[in-house]
Structure formats: C-alpha cells, structure tokens
C-alpha cells in the first residue's frame, strides 16, 4: 500500500521560513518523479515544484522561484520543500505527489498558514 504523509505544515510569519517533508512508503521511491502542489482557498490547485527521480533537475512555478527549493533523499524516501520569504499568498494546503508512466499517488496534505 503506497502511503504519501506530509509534514511540517503550520502557522509562520510573513518572511519566515518552512521546510516541508514528504515521507513515501510502499512504492520503489526512486522511480518516482516528485511534486509539490498547493491548493489555495478558492482558486485550483497549483503545481509548486517538480523534481526528477534522481533528483538532478527541477522546475517551479514562476509563484515561488527564487524562494522555493525542493530537493529529495532517495535512500531515505523523502522529498523537502525547504521555502523562504514566505508571503500570505504563500497560504495553502501543500500536498506532495509521486509520479511515474502509469501510476499517480497523492499524500492528504498539511497546511501552511502565512500571517502576522
């Protein structure tokens, strides 16, 4: 049974700094691409950062560049989203997702609240 548990998740200033994790179980992690979406209250989900599956390149979206970094330990079967500067727009139910040609897993979520 592939398992997907985010972690991390909670309230922070505007400008501080949180590192989501994402802990995998179940699944051969390393044939997995990884990402980060976001769901922010009513507006669609967003894809925040997609790293490969030996963790060698990485995308995000134009949202976060520059302060946002996803990175992944494949012996540990963990993918990070280390994120700085954070903004109250930045506030949203981060959800971690793996990927490969035919399979498609998502955890339940953790939330991220940006206020003062």
């Known amino acids: 049974q592939v398992q997907l548990v985010e972690s991390g998740g909670r309230l922070v200033q505007p400008g501080g700094s949180l590192t989501l994790s994402c802990a995998a179980s179940?699944?051969?992690?390393?044939?997995?691409?990884m990402n980060w979406h976001r769901r922010i209250p009513g507006k669609q989900r967003e894809l925040v950062a997609a790293i490969t599956r030996a963790g060698d390149s990485a995308i995000y979206a134009d949202s976060v560049k520059g302060r946002f970094t996803i990175s992944r330990d494949n012996a540990g079967n963990t993918v990070n989203l280390q994120m700085n500067d954070l903004k109250p727009e930045d506030t949203a139910v981060y959800f971690c997702?793996?990927?490969?040609?035919?399979?498609?897993?998502w955890g339940q979520g953790t939330q991220v609240t940006v206020s003062s």
């Open positions: 997702q793996a990927v490969d040609g035919s399979n498609n897993y």
């Open positions: 179940g699944l051969t992690f390393s044939n997995y691409a």
